[in-house]
């Protein structure tokens, strides 16, 4: 019911590319917006990348030109295409949903277990 449950994370060298996914119930999608976030070792929990139900999406500088964060709501399914990886981009990553907040802050409801991601140099 009330569950994301992410996949596609892994092991990539330097310049890779990884396809997160998230999904869950119907009710954490519809009319929820939704957001990416990762950890890294010794790093505070940072937003990557959000989009909104009516489509807006925002990233983190950081990553702008190499992450796209997409959703099929028809598929329950939040999408995260990383290109271009870099070690620094190793961390836990996490989907979130909630039906108001939108943003990269971490004031999201509803938050995933994580999902390891490891970029070798």
């Known amino acids: 019911q009330k569950q994301l449950l992410e996949s596609g994370g892994g092991s990539v060298q330097t310049g890779g590319s990884l396809r997160l996914s998230c999904t869950g119930s119907?009710?954490?999608?519809?009319?929820?917006?939704m957001g990416w976030f990762r950890r890294a070792p010794g790093r505070e929990r940072e937003g990557v990348a959000a989009i909104a139900i009516d489509g807006r999406v925002m990233y983190a500088d950081s990553v702008q030109d190499r992450f796209t964060v997409s959703r099929d709501n028809a598929k329950r399914t939040l999408y995260l295409e990383m290109n271009d990886l870099k070690p620094e981009d190793t961390a836990i990553y996490y989907c979130?949903?909630?039906?108001?907040?939108?943003?990269?802050?971490?004031?999201?409801?509803?938050w995933g277990q994580g999902n390891q991601v490891t970029v070798s140099s």
């Open positions: 119907e009710y954490l999608y519809t009319n929820n917006h």
């Open positions: 979130a949903a909630d039906a108001w907040y939108f943003g990269l802050k971490s004031d999201y409801v509803y």
